[in-house]
């Protein structure tokens, strides 16, 4: 399975920036790359997810690099809302069926 | 609103009992999923199922059975082989079961607590 590699823990203040590493070096180019995240005590939320171009959503950017082995979640201006465990995962397709595995993620921690 | 359903929310059984968790979704998914988590772990695969009537083991499906009767729902029965049944157990679907594209929606899980 193609893993992904995450920080522990990130911290930010609010109003700020922030950028939320993952590196996945053995991506194969079928995989997608999902971004989840996952408040104490809920199920995770589905934040975003890309192929090869640059994601914006609503909820945040997803910058991939060129030779898709990195990517990078943008959160463009930190809430205290925002804190919680980011997950980034491949999304793969094996043997005609497609799941998710996760890591433990990036808690990221937001400062007033 | 559209969304998946599990309860309940908090569950306490002994030891040696089997336990069945529900899932229900109103999002007209055709995939569905059970994953366990442990405290301060990431998401373990226990079972899916791409289809009604069809389900496939993940990576720790052993003490737990599902079934698959309709497309709504996808219970998961924690049985007394199952030897740390104590965990998080979250639920979760999605369209398009054969593409990377197709992201998971996930329900708020249940906290099972065995004794």
């Known amino acids: 399975d193609a893993k992904t590699t995450q920080p522990n823990s990130m911290e930010s203040n609010e109003e700020e920036p922030v950028h939320l590493p993952c590196n996945h070096s053995?991506?194969?180019?079928?995989?997608?790359i999902h971004w989840y995240r996952q408040l104490p005590s809920q199920g995770p939320e589905y934040v975003i997810h890309?192929?090869?171009s640059n994601v914006n959503n609503r909820m945040a950017s997803l910058a991939i690099a060129e030779d898709r082995k990195s990517s990078t979640l943008i959160l463009h201006r930190a809430t205290l809302r925002d804190a919680a465990v980011y997950y980034c995962?491949?999304?793969?397709?094996?043997?005609?069926?497609?799941?998710?595995?996760f890591g433990k993620g990036t808690m990221l921690l937001v400062s007033p | 609103d559209g969304g998946i359903t599990q309860s309940p929310k908090y569950l306490f059984r002994k030891e040696g009992q089997n336990v069945t968790l529900s899932c229900e979704q109103n999002?007209?998914?055709?995939?569905m999923y059970w994953y366990r988590q442990d405290p301060g772990q990431g998401l373990r695969l226990i079972y899916y199922?791409?289809?009604?009537?069809?389900?496939q083991k993940g990576d720790i499906a052993e003490g737990y059975s599902v079934s698959r009767e309709k497309k709504e729902s996808f219970p998961l029965t924690v049985t007394s082989a199952q030897k740390n049944p104590t965990a998080f157990y979250l639920c979760?679907?999605?369209?398009?079961?054969?593409?990377?594209?197709?992201?998971?929606?996930f329900g708020n899980g249940t906290r099972l607590t065995v004794t």
């Open positions: 979760a679907s999605s369209h398009r079961p054969l593409q990377g594209s197709s992201p998971l929606h």
């Open positions: 053995t991506i194969s180019g079928t995989d997608y």
């Open positions: 890309g192929l090869t």
């Open positions: 995962i491949l999304r793969e397709v094996n043997s005609g069926y497609s799941t998710l595995t």
């Open positions: 999002l007209n998914h055709d995939a």
């Open positions: 199922s791409q289809i009604v009537n069809d389900f």
